[in-house]
């Protein structure tokens, strides 16, 4: 897809916005309707179609802040991912997973896929190679998350889209740690992207949605499955995300700069053990992830904490405990108690999360005031 002139700011405020034709409105306006008249209008519309106004001006705007040609917006993140999963393999194929991913893509891959006859294999991202290595002959799909949750670790989008169309296997992202603001995995080579809208995307803690855009091709092979699973958007949520996304861009641009201050206080703090934030020159992969992530390093950084993490989680004042991430709120989290805790704990110790691991998406507050939070919460 050829990118646009027009800058992400601009894209975010303009792009797939519906012109509201009877009375000139500067917003698009709210179509709740699950009837339409089919006669004159090329396609039937309807919610479960995906096609209706107010979901085509989401998908549309996120397509074009992806530099994708098409897109879809689900009810779900995991929507997104497991529809688009399923409509790109059957029985008797084989995909290869980055190891550390989001906790509920692993736990959904490990339970569902065996009852379909679909095989899979977890690799160390980290190293392009070990997806080379995993392939079989019935390989379809390399799915990947970059930066990974909740270390943040980073995997070459280049290397692995190179590796792929070798081997002629389709490469599905996660981009939501990222962001569309932050990194555009399709400019590297992927095939096809997905985000868990609820977070940066939604950006206020009270939307629940998911997205994926691609080129035209596999969006159609993915709304085809998505129409039988029915995971679509109504259009009043559908009209909330749009505007959301309209300040994404500014609202990523300072939770990328709280979260690099913060991170560069805490390498300094003797009561942290390890800070994982890929802005640090510090980071095995930082030079990696300048590459890839030309808008920034994103809002979200994990710590171990030496003394009691759970302990230092109460202390907090500003900083809220709470699952989820991507407000304008600075929320914690343990990811043990919930976003890995459907795995064993055992995997979780070959993942590098510990009790004492705390992941911070950081909001758009005053860089000072986080600190100061995090300060006393520690002392």
Same mark, same amino acid.
């Given at each position: ?34 009837? !339409? ?5 090329? /396609? ?21 802040? /992806?530099?994708? /040609? ?30 550390? $991913? !989001? ?32 392939? %079989? ?5 390399? !799915? ?7 270390? $943040? ?161 109460? %202390? ?49 507050? /005053? ?13």
């Amino acid at each position: 897809m050829k990118k646009s002139s027009l800058s992400k700011l601009t894209q975010s405020v303009h792009a797939g916005s519906v012109g509201d034709s009877q009375y000139k409105g500067a917003v698009t306006p709210i179509y709740p309707s699950s009837a !339409y008249d089919y006669q004159d209008i090329p /396609e039937i519309l309807y919610p479960r179609y995906f096609n209706t106004p107010n979901q085509r001006a989401v998908a549309e705007k996120i397509a074009a802040l /992806e530099n994708a /040609e098409d897109g879809l917006i689900f009810s779900s993140g995991m929507s997104a991912i497991m529809t688009t999963l399923f409509a790109l393999l059957k029985k008797g194929d084989h995909a290869v997973f980055q190891s550390d $991913l !989001y906790g509920g893509t692993m736990h959904a891959v490990n339970t569902e896929f065996l009852r379909f006859g679909i095989e899979c294999t977890f690799v160390d991202g980290s190293v392009p190679e070990n997806f080379e290595k995993a392939i %079989r002959p019935e390989t379809k799909v390399i !799915y990947i998350e970059t930066p990974s949750n909740p270390t $943040l670790k980073i995997t070459d989008l280049k290397a692995v889209a190179s590796i792929a169309k070798r081997h002629e296997v389709t490469t599905v992202i996660d981009n939501t740690f990222a962001s569309p603001v932050n990194q555009n995995p399709i400019d590297q080579g992927i095939d096809i992207v997905a985000h868990s809208g609820t977070k940066y995307i939604g950006g206020h803690s009270d939307i629940c949605c998911g997205a994926v855009v691609a080129s035209k091709g596999w969006i159609d092979k993915i709304r085809k499955s998505a129409v039988n699973t029915g995971g679509s958007l109504d259009a009043h949520t559908s009209w909330l995300v749009e505007r959301s996304l309209k300040t994404i861009v500014l609202r990523v641009r300072q939770q990328n700069q709280n979260a690099l201050a913060i991170a560069e206080y805490l390498v300094t703090d003797q009561r942290i053990d390890r800070v994982y934030y890929p802005g640090l020159s510090s980071h095995p992969d930082h030079a990696i992830a300048k590459a890839q992530m030309p808008g920034g390093f994103g809002g979200m950084l994990s710590f171990e904490v030496k003394d009691n993490a759970f302990k230092f989680m109460d %202390r907090l004042k500003l900083i809220k405990r709470a699952v989820s991430l991507g407000g304008v709120e600075s929320t914690i989290t343990s990811p043990a108690q919930t976003s890995h805790s459907k795995i064993s704990a055992a995997e979780r110790a070959s993942l590098g999360i510990k009790d004492s691991l705390v992941r911070l998406s950081v909001g758009i507050e /005053e860089t000072e005031d986080l600190i100061n939070d995090i300060k006393q919460a520690l002392a």
